[in-house]
């Protein structure tokens, strides 16, 4: 099975998401740096509609960026837009595979998808 992961090594959600997929037997998989090189906004919204959530369940509301571009976070589309252009509003890790996508917090949720 092949399962993709947009990972932030700096976060340790992220890396024990990775840990998990990188243990279990018969998974190869794909590191996305996505903070390196930013899903598309296309992307970002059928990655969020694989795993079922609204584009405002799986954002960083903390990060500062939020505040400092005014970003209302009720509006589906503009979270969007947001996420594509400051792709640290993404919340992490998310596991793609073919079963389907999860934001792994708590990292145990990668099981979902494998």
């Known amino acids: 099975m092949k399962a993709t992961i947009w990972h932030n090594p700096r976060c340790s ?13 018969g998974v190869e998989v794909d590191v ?19 795993a079922g959530v609204r584009p405002s369940e799986a954002l960083r509301n903390g990060e ?19 996420m594509a252009v400051h792709p640290i509003l993404i919340e992490r890790a998310i596991v793609i595979t ?12 990668v099981s979902e998808v494998l």
Request: hydrophobic share 45%; glycine share 4%.
């Open 13 to 25: 959600k992220s890396r024990a998401a990775l840990a998990i997929l990188e243990d279990t037997p």
């Open 32 to 50: 996305v740096e996505y903070l390196k090189t930013s899903p598309a906004r296309a992307e970002i919204e059928a990655v969020l509609a694989k």
């Open 64 to 82: 500062a960026v939020v505040k400092d571009i005014g970003l209302d976070v009720t509006n589906d589309d503009a979270v969007l837009d947001a």
């Open 98 to 109: 073919d079963k389907g996508a999860v934001i792994a917090r708590p990292p145990e949720r």
